[in-house]
Structure formats: structure tokens, C-alpha cells
């Protein structure tokens, strides 16, 4: 399985990504945002940081970079794209995926690890998966998902909301709302789920002496899907 | 030609910044400040002599990336 992770000025959690793709089976290779052709691949992921510093709005000006006409065609055709966290909000600046992600509620910067619970396994990202709750680490100043009520009722109907910030026991509740998102979403799909887009940074759990290793239940059942 | 334009919040959506603003205010004295919504100001020097054309040209930026209007409203002055 080939993957391409998007590499823009202020990425920083493409090599970790690429050494979790590269841990579970994927040939990875890394695409510069100024190219205009991506490679050929079956999953393109848009990794973490502050592309362009965060300028204008999180997301805005890499929305707008060279190398994302590729990547929204890419989307709009089928193929498998994956943003997290600065990659999720590149996603909705694109209007590959709906709604925005604001400031977060209490205006801190949140570092920390989080328990989501995935809604949704009718899609190649989570069809298969042993697990529906999920210990990932979140980093993020700008999480806190926000729609308007129409587009809410349109991706509730069509359960695009991909995973949700819950406690342990996967009770959704506002202690285990980290920022303030609407209906604790920490994840959403585009129509077809075949884009999902999430805060929450699997490629940081990947390690069992380090970290925990629910991210790697995360790739293992992803590349699982896709062969 | 010079235009300017200034980026504000939708009504309803929550401004957290504005909000420790208003509060920092109020705490400073001013206790008659009600709200605060925090914006943006763009000052947009553009080569083009009809004021109509230029404004239309920053309309279409404005829809196009410095506002998402999910959640932002734009004017141009």
C-alpha cells in the first residue's frame, strides 16, 4: 500500500506520521507543497503543525497552496485522505469536509492524552476495528469543531461525525469535552467517508513503552482495510 | 487604490477572545461594556483605477479566503 504525507512550510508531525505509515506496511513518501502532482498512492495524509505559521485562519493559506487541487481532486474522486489535527483544518478551509475549527472554548493551548470513541464503522478507516474507544493524544489551540445548526442536522443524518471526546467508559459528556467542540466532535467524514479529518494524533501512540498504542490499533486496521 | 475591509464574527458564534476582553474591561472599570467582538482589518492596495471593479475584485477575495463564512462576515469600506 502506497501513502503520501503533504509536507507545508510549518508541518510538524510529518515524520512522525511517516515513521507510523512506515511501521505499519504503507510505502510512504513525503510530497512538497509547491509540487502539483502527487504520486500515485492509496491514502494521502495532510499532517499536523502550523502550516504558513497559522497566518489568517489555521488552515487558510495551505487550503490555498499548490499542491491542494491534486489533493481535493484526489478526495472528490474516492481516494482515501486523511487529515489530522493542523490536516483537519486544512480539510475544512478546502470544503472538503464541513463546519471550522475555532479557538478552543477556554483559550489554551491543550496538550494532553484523550479517550474518543468512534461513531462510525461503515468506512475504510474504522471497518474491522477491535477497538471503539481510543487513548490519543490531542495537542491543539484551534479544536473546538463548530457548524451551523443546518450543517449539524446534514452530518448527524448521514453519521459523518467519525469520532467523539469521551471519558474512559465512552460516556460523552462536557468534563471529557477538551475545547469545547460541538457534540464533542473530535472527527468528521466528508459524505462519502472517504476523508476524515480529527484532531486527536494517532501516529503519537504507537509505542508501547512510550506512549500507549492505540494509535496503532488506528494503522494496523487501516492498512488492513485497504488490502 | 486603497480597501479596506474588515472580517467580524457571525451573530451566534462564540468569541472566546472578545468575551476575556469584555471581561478584562469590565474588570479594569469600564463596567458598562456590554460585549466585545473581536475582527480583523485588511488594508488592500490593489492596481485598478474603478473603484466599483476593485471592490468586486476584494468581494471575491474575501469570499474566496480571507473570510470562511461558515462562521465570518465580511464589509468592504
Known sequence: ?227 | MKIKVIVTLKNGVLDPQGKAIQQTLNGMGFENVKEVRQGKYFNIEINENDEAKAKLKVEDMCKKLLANLVIEDFKII
Not at chain 1, 487558510?60 to 485522505?81: C, D, P, T
Not at chain 1, 496538550?111 to 491543539?140: G, P, Q, R, S
Not at chain 1, 479544536?143 to 448527524?156: H, P, Q, T, V
Open chain 1, 1 to 227: 500500500m502506497k501513502s503520501s504525507v503533504i509536507i507545508f512550510p510549518g508541518s510538524n508531525c510529518d515524520r512522525d506520521m511517516d515513521v507510523a505509515l512506515k511501521k505499519f506496511g504503507f510505502k510512504n513518501q513525503m510530497v512538497w507543497h509547491n509540487d502539483f502532482e502527487l504520486p500515485k498512492s492509496d491514502l494521502i495524509v495532510l499532517p499536523g503543525g502550523f502550516s504558513y505559521g497559522d497566518y489568517l485562519r489555521c488552515g487558510s493559506i495551505a487550503g490555498k497552496s499548490k499542491i491542494i487541487n491534486s489533493v481535493i481532486e484526489y478526495g472528490k474522486s474516492g481516494g482515501l485522505v486523511l487529515g489530522i489535527c493542523n490536516g483537519f483544518q486544512i480539510l475544512t478551509e478546502t470544503g472538503l469536509l464541513p463546519g471550522v475549527l475555532q479557538q478552543n472554548k477556554y483559550l489554551e493551548f491543550i496538550c494532553k492524552n484523550v479517550y474518543v470513541k468512534i461513531n462510525d464503522t461503515e468506512n475504510k478507516f474504522f471497518k474491522n476495528i477491535k477497538k471503539k474507544i481510543l487513548e490519543l493524544h490531542i495537542a491543539h489551540n484551534e479544536g473546538n469543531y463548530f457548524c451551523s445548526n443546518d450543517e449539524l442536522k446534514s452530518i448527524e443524518d448521514n453519521n459523518q461525525i467519525a469520532v467523539s471526546y469521551c471519558n474512559k467508559e465512552g460516556t460523552y459528556n462536557n468534563e471529557s469535552n477538551p475545547n469545547g467542540a460541538l457534540k464533542n466532535i473530535a472527527g468528521i467524514f466528508n459524505k462519502k467517508k472517504n476523508i476524515l479529518g480529527m484532531m486527536p494524533h494517532p501516529e503519537r501512540m504507537i509505542d508501547k513503552y512510550l506512549s500507549g498504542e492505540d494509535g496503532s490499533v488506528f494503522f494496523e486496521n487501516l492498512i488492513g482495510n485497504l488490502k
